[in-house]
């Protein structure tokens, strides 16, 4: 753990130096500007410039990791008198499915749209992760994305990502026709209804 | 309103939709992103919710407009978000003036104003310069002698940074000799409350956003930056009346652009749109009670505006020297 | 008394609004505008903007339907105050705040609800949400006016100095390790520099731009570096800055959820978390346990709420830390102390009601949501601003009037709710988990509109992860984001004013305008802040010349 504390402030201290001179940066279009230009607190009368605020903040930011590191050299914070490894088997393991799992399902978003990721991904997790019956996990990963476009797409009308362009046209934009033109009730009662599926299905998995 | 102004404006509604559901194919499917490139409070901000709320109210689209504030950098913001859309059809958004001077000033954003589409110019507003009232001033006179003795200890706030405000105070720096000091807010009504809390000593702020404040008597006008009296203020003299300097007149244009490569379609269809939110009662009160001038315009005369705007501002902005 | 006098003065406009309140068509309105924004507050990504963004279009009906003018405004700030006691409920139940004003919440709320007590801070949020909204409201009723003079004499200095004392009570937030909670409040306020600088409109801190992209392809001996940029779109990704939820969802409801996942080997089930009506009785005569919390919650809640700029973030967050502060056990904070759900709780209750101070009486909107409501009273036909208390009073007595119908609406709906939201916490961990990391991506995809956001946001997650293991506090980092660009930005205004002289923060006597007056509210308040920050270093070092090592403090 002491070693991996200190790796980490070195690698935070080196990126607030990269702050720092990032800070100090001017437009892109500009070839005349002279770096570190505008850190200054008063420039041409116009008070602080816009690298002002963010330069100072990094120099704290690398004072800060300077002083973790002299910490962790001296033993005196709880990471740096830890022997316990930084992450162990199951840490990284975990860190592999779970992070790996989230980042396949960002990836499938731009693919098969958001409720099509939602379903495989809750789908992966709870039968592969969680070891769950297939049949509760296929129910699951069916009516939570259900009801998440029920609730986002129609009711909150906040549209999610459809995926490629063919998806869209072949399956959303005919159920958002369709369940745009239900009046509240019947989207209550999808819910509850769903619900209850969920509910019976989860009863039975049990025994 | 009476009952038959009420049946002719209906009728010419209806007239619009029969003719528009035989010539427009475009209608959106999904909910159209509204962008304001200014902050919260504002005029612009509060103009574009209007818009919003008549949409809605009078139920003139399928799909609801969704304002959303992008008020970053004097507009940049808002006009790199506008060019790097994915779904143009779908994406409109209420324009400053800065709409001319950012891309102007910062060329390095790539934008080019005439590239959006031009969906309707619904008004055009005007500036006028406000003091507190315990300032003791009255007149403009009397602002040049006050702000001309404090130097740089006279401050004046405005929306951004080389924005219309910071145009309308280069310009009173360089006519009068003054030395009055800018400073940016993010948003008109911002200015207008340290106005009125007197820890700024003058704004140039919109009618719309200093009113208030005027009815309770906390601040005053003293010179209106048009071409004639407007008719709210008609006690406040234009500055070209009161003949000292060069005639200056300013305005701001309120106006509906379509983000660029937005399809002919689609573009009518906001024009369209736009024209009945432009025709409803409450536009036009509000229009009146808010001194804003100007017709409708949209289409190539929009464009015509433009161009001759976008001429002017350069010249304003090289002149000030803040392009070279 | 002057107060009191002025209180009898408005009872019987307040007696006719709360009767105009109580008919059946308006309090039928509140209840319907509770539900919906209790629900809507519950689920990260979306908070009360977007419930009462969305049913604008529907109170032009009630406007129709029903003859007062004012209720209309009923229903909105019915869902408005339901989703301030929503968002409480997934900062407890999933331990991800789903708005800026309920991460203080979480401190407390979320170890409590590992304990087994979800239902105990369920019900003290509710409650004390309940008592801020309602002294709000008092305060509200008899000083509206005059307080609106208030706000005016915060110019940009003081919104300064208001900030650094938001910052100072941070310092107690951090745990133990200053230098870990330094580099988390410096990370934050950095994070909110990137993207669009407001004042001089240039972008800013564009990680990995052209340029940069230039460089890195020539330094790998790519011959025509120039014509293959851009790689990666450096501009799409940072040029809208990041926002708050990114960080904050990618920091409860990913960074927090692998560390539990991997500390409890998916070992937590919440099943000992019992309903009865009898533990609710309990949970609530506990309260006499968070009294304290609540009272300042809703004190200084309301007094930072009118102020335009600062909203209910920093008046939540300060109430924590002044609760924290003057307790007798600050050590109990984090570990799941009543009063550090009921402060933060009561104190965002109350500067919600605050907020529609300076929007009702200045026209200028605090937040979001008092944007959207500004602009619904706009399109009735009001004018909000200095002249609507005595201009309008048909609609403003029953709006106040209905404050306090709300709140009380609020209170019993949401205890009224509680048993459904814990049975969210009986789901196995297994379900639980997936169901929160979907929950995340969807509402940063809802809040934002983007996938660069929500990539950014998984990205901040798995950081955020390795450095909870190593101890970093992270909820420094989460608020300075939210405060980081009015902070700057009212620093730079006041330093353009004083040409860069800092004087004028702590001297009275800084000439601000060439007429030598004395402006006392900034001193007083960054000195404050200077004694809060200075006051643990002070005690810190008497501690060690008596000889304690840190292990004893």
Redo the contacts between chains.
Sequence with gaps: ?RR??II?AFL?ALFSAY?MW??G?G????TEYVHWA?TG??ID??????????FY??L??FI??I??II?AFRR????SQSEEP??DG??KK??LF??GG??G??IL??LIS?YAA?AV??FY??MF????PLKLSIV?SLV?PFW?YL??DIV??????KGLRWIEDAIY?PAGAFFRDQSLLTIVLCFAVTGAVLAITARASRH | MNLVKKLVLGATALGMVATATAAVAFEP???VDFVIMAGKGGGADKMARLMQSIVEKEGLADK?L?PTNKSGGSGAEALTYMKGVNDPDHTIMVTLNSFFTTPLR???LKVDSMAFAPVGRMAEDTFLLWVHKDEGISTFQEFLAEAGKRG?KWVMGGTGKNSEDNIVTDHLNKAFGLDIKYIPYKGGGAVAKDLAGKQIQSSVNNPSEALGFYESGDVIPLVAFTNERLPLFPEVPTLNEIGIGEPFAYFMQRAVVGAPGMSDEAQAYYTELFTKVYASDDWQKYKKSKSLMGDFISGSDLEDYWATQIERHEKILKASGAIK | MDIFAQFFDVLPALQQGIWVAVQPHNLALAVIGVIVGLF?GA?PG?GSV?GVA?LLPFTFVINEATPDPASPMIFLAAIYYGAMYGGAISSITLGIPGASTAVATTFDGRPMALQGNADRALVTAAIASFVGGTIATLFFTVFAPALSSVALDFGNPEIFALMLLAFATFIGLGGD????T??SI??G??LA?VGF?T??G????I?F???EQTAVLEALGSTDAASSVPIFNSVGWFSRGIQFLVLAIGVYG?GEM?WT??ES??KVTMTETKISASRIMRGIVGMKDAWKGTAIGSLLGFFVGILPAAGATPGSLMSYGVSKMTSRDPKSYGQGNPDGVAAPEAANNSASTGAMLPMMTLGIPGSPTTAVLLAGMVIWGLEPGPRLFEDRPEFVWPLIGSFYISNIVAVLVNLAFIPLFLAVLRM?F??L???I??LS??GT??AYDN?YD??LM?LF??GA???R???YPLAPAVLAVVLGGTA?QK???S???S??DFAIFYSPFFDRDGKGQEWWIAPITTWIAVILIALPIVVWGIRKMRGQT?ADV
Excluded at chain 3, 202 to 205: A, D, I, K, Q, T
Aim: proline share 9%; charged share 15%.
């Design positions: 753990m991996a504390e980490t935070l702050l990032k800070s940066e437009p892109e279009w500009d505008n607190i008063n009368g116009s008070g602080p410039g816009k690298g002002f605020w963010p903040l990094a704290g930011m800060s990791c002083w973790i910490n005196l914070s709880p990471p930084f992450m199951y840490a975990m860190l779970v992070g989230l980042i399902f960002l978003i731009d958001m939602i991904f809750m997790y709870m992760l969680g070891r769950h699951t939570v998440l609730f986002f909150m009308t906040k549209v999610q990502p934009n | 499917s999904k909910p609801p969704v910062q060329p390095g740089n | 809507v689920l979306l977007n969305i390790d200053i230098p870990k330094m580099f410096f990370f306020l950095l520099t600088d004042i001089s240039e972008p800013r801190l990680f731009n052209e340029r990913i692998l996942i991997n080997r998916y196995p297994t379900i988990a997936p169901v990391f979907v991506i969807i995809y809802a996938m929500v990539w998984v997650g798995l992860y390795m450095l293991i190593l101890d700057e620093l730079r205004q330093l353009l004013l040409d860069g840190a």
